[in-house]
């Protein structure tokens, strides 16, 4: 009996480590050839990426100089002479778009232009140790004006930048002479699109992404995105020179993402303090912007800031300093002139094919 249980015990430890041994792989050969096909094609997107960045950083080198605040590199344009006026752009844009644009120019015959490239935006450095708030940019731009000797100014922002420029104003008012505000997004609402364009900001999955397949489709989807920001009027003809992959670099599509997630949160944070701003204001609207409605946003905080101005362009999209220049340079010459009061409320203007001024 005693011999017949141990040989059943050695059959049982047989079938046992026979199941071992003869087990199914963890991994099914075909799964195992899909992930090597995956790597085979992120592998290959990482070198177009790799490919694409250094040849626009190539073609599009730093135009401006550079200043350094609180270890943070921040490049800027500089052009002209008088009293300053700073350019803040939107999200997934840099300096260049006042350039292309031609307000850089026509302010410059006037004004002590100065165009920053936002942390983490073209040649500026956005360190992933600080949460880049509209206050924090704020703060560092302030610090960095200061260097220049440039202060205080009067603060134009697009879409993004115009969070930044409110941030300024309240944050230390002292140091902001006025604001001139276009297309800006001020009271948190729902969005669906934030949610899509936050994805390279997420950890690990959005670097993995943003150094492979985010460029690549991000490349695919710019026409109609561009058609989109100018729409109802056509692309502006200088901007067909940006420079597309200078906007497709990992490191800016991190610093879009982010910003497109704090966007929300960050109309939240300021839209109380709104009435705490005493300093002239000027709001540009396009009557067609597709991306911030106009009725939520500037004729909402038109209402809320009683000395604040409103011009809204008719026919107009997004991009309006690709399409009301001479309105913005005159509304700024007004403010600096200390004549508040402007002739105009809503304008239609010429067909956006006209290429803008540039005077160099």
Not at 19 to 24: D, G, N, Q, S
Not at 105 to 133: K, N, Q
Not at 234 to 249: D, I, N, Q, T, Y
Not at 262 to 287: C, E, N, Q, W
């Amino acid at each position: 009996m005693a011999r017949m249980k141990r040989q059943d015990g050695d059959v049982q430890g047989w079938n046992l480590r026979s199941r071992l041994v003869t087990r199914e792989p963890v991994v099914s050969p075909s799964l195992a050839a899909k992930l090597a096909v995956g790597a085979a094609v992120l592998g290959a997107a990482y070198l177009v990426v790799r490919s694409k960045t250094r040849q626009a950083e190539a073609e599009s080198p730093p135009a401006g100089q550079f200043v350094e605040v609180d270890g943070v590199r921040l490049h800027y344009v500089e052009r002209g002479a008088g009293p300053v006026v700073v350019l803040l752009h939107g999200n997934g844009a840099t300096s260049l778009d006042f350039e292309l644009s031609g307000l850089i120019d026509m302010l410059a015959r006037d004004h002590r232009v100065i165009a920053f490239d936002r942390p983490g935006f073209g040649y500026s450095e956005r360190p992933r140790s600080t949460v880049w708030t509209p206050a924090e940019q704020a703060a560092l731009l302030g610090k960095a004006l200061k260097q220049l000797d440039a202060g205080p100014a009067y603060v134009l922002g697009h879409s993004w930048g115009t969070l930044v420029a409110l941030a300024m104003a309240l944050d230390a008012p002292a140091t902001v002479r006025g604001l001139i505000l276009l297309s800006g997004y001020y009271y948190p609402s729902p969005r669906l699109d934030v949610a899509l364009m936050s994805a390279p900001a997420v950890p690990l999955l959005g670097d993995v992404m943003r150094f492979t397949v985010s460029p690549l489709l991000g490349r695919l989807m710019w026409k109609g995105f561009v058609k989109k920001v100018f729409s109802p009027r056509a692309e502006a003809v200088s901007f067909a020179r940006w420079p597309k992959w200078l906007s497709l670099r990992p490191s800016q599509l991190r610093a879009s993402g982010a910003e497109s997630a704090l966007m929300i949160p960050a109309a939240a944070s300021l839209r109380h303090r709104y009435a705490d701003i005493k300093l002239p204001v000027t709001i540009f609207s396009g009557s067609g912007d597709k991306l911030v409605a106009p009725a939520q946003n500037a004729e909402r905080l038109h209402r809320e800031l009683l000395q604040s101005q409103l011009h809204t362009v008719q026919d107009a999209g997004h991009m309006l300093h690709y399409v009301a220049q001479d309105e913005i340079v005159r509304a700024v010459r007004d403010m600096v002139e200390n004549r508040p009061r402007m002739d105009f409320q809503q304008t239609t203007h010429h067909d956006g094919d006209t290429p803008p001024r540039v005077l160099h």
